[in-house]
Structure formats: C-alpha cells, structure tokens
C-alpha cells in the first residue's frame, strides 16, 4: 500500500511545519536533515522512524519516489536529529519491508512488520566521537 499523492503534498506544506517543532524529540519520530541535490538547499523532514542494530529504517509511506530520498541518496547521507541528539547518517538502502523488519528493534519491532507499506529506507548511523554531529547550516 502506497498513502495518495495529494496526502504527501498536505504533509509537506501544512503537517511539516508543525511536526518539526517537535519530531526531533518523540520517541518514534526523528527528522531527516538533508540537501538538496539541484539547489543545495537544507531541508528538515520529520519521519516515522524505527531503530535498527545499525542505524535505523524508515518506512516509505508515500512509495520510493520522495525527494528527500533522492536527496539523501545524491548525497550518500544526512543528518537525523532522533530523541534530541543529531548523528550521521549514509548508505541510504531502499529495501522491502520484510527484509528491513528483522532489523528493527525495541518497540517498534512487533508495529513495523504489521504496518501496510511495501519498502523502508535502511539507514547505517556513523559513529562520532561521542559528541552531537553539528547542525547543517
């Protein structure tokens, strides 16, 4: 299953903003920092997001075709600002949500198999020297 078009649209325009205020910080949310592969441009994406042993996964609710995937990928990663700490992310894998689902851990693990989309993200967190990563400009 694949959420309408015109839904995606709604979320970057009117949702978006407002989830930004606080995705950073819940628990099964995080936002996706990114630039722009055209404009060079930062972008801040609030996502569902799920804990893996090597970084996390994020469900492709709106199908493979989102910019802040191309993005991510033109770039070979990003930043995600999860549970208020921002780390690295690359190596940015689209993969069916049945070979992302034994990877998830924690909570999210018995939800992610039983939520209706068909592809996640794979992302591999880049380990720092134990402090934040720097925000991007």
Request: glycine share 10%; aromatic share 8%.
């Amino acid at each position: 299953m694949q959420l309408p078009q015109w839904l995606a649209r709604l979320n970057r325009y009117v949702t978006n903003p407002i989830q930004r205020r606080w995705a950073g910080r819940a628990p099964s949310f995080g936002i996706l920092e990114h630039v722009g592969r055209k404009s060079g441009k930062p972008y801040r994406t609030p996502l569902t997001v799920f804990s893996t042993d090597e970084g996390v996964a994020i469900l492709l609710t709106y199908g493979p075709d989102r910019d802040w995937l191309k993005n991510l990928t033109a770039a070979g990663g990003g930043r995600m600002q999860r549970r208020g700490r921002t780390f690295a992310v690359t190596d940015p894998r689209v993969v069916s949500k049945a070979e992302a689902a034994p990877r998830i851990k924690g909570l999210g693990r018995n939800l992610f198999p039983r939520l209706p989309f068909e592809n996640a993200v794979l992302l591999r967190r880049v380990e720092s020297d134990g402090q934040d990563s720097p925000r991007m400009p």
